[in-house]
């Protein structure tokens, strides 16, 4: 199971932190990816870390401005995302891929196992 949590209200120009917790029975995965949703729109790939490299993937229009990071210990993986415009505003879901898939296939919502319940950003003008 995964817990995210960290969502909020901020003003464009500010920072928040999604974290993404997994619970219950211990399992082990290769890849974790944050992917959001906006109202009236498909879900979007944000970023995802390979958990043993660790790998990172963005898309364009978060790169620079947000970073994704796990913690081994805490089974836990973050999202820090700064500098938040408007157009960041979404739910963001985090996900978990078991076996092993190409670098850009990560973008693939398709091929994760394991979601979690979304948490609701929002990004005042």
């Known amino acids: 199971q995964l817990q995210a949590s960290g969502g909020g209200l901020v003003q464009a120009g500010g920072s928040l932190r999604l974290s993404c917790a997994a619970s219950?029975?211990?399992?082990?995965?290769?890849?974790r990816g944050w992917f959001r949703q906006a109202p009236g729109k498909e879900r979007e790939f944000v970023a995802a870390?390979?958990?043993?490299?660790?790998?990172?993937y963005y898309v364009d229009s978060v790169k620079g401005r947000f970073t994704i990071s796990r913690d081994n210990a805490k089974n836990t993986v973050y999202l820090q995302m700064n500098s938040l415009k408007p157009e960041d505003t979404a739910i963001y879901y985090c996900?978990?891929?078991?076996?092993?898939?190409?670098?850009?296939?990560?973008?693939?919502?398709?091929?994760?196992?394991?979601w979690g319940q979304g948490t609701q950003v929002t990004v005042s003008s």
């Open positions: 219950g029975r211990t399992f082990s995965t290769y890849s």
């Open positions: 996900a978990a891929v078991k076996s092993p898939i190409w670098g850009p296939r990560h973008a693939d919502s398709s091929l994760y196992d394991y």
């Open positions: 870390i390979v958990w043993s490299d660790p790998t990172t």
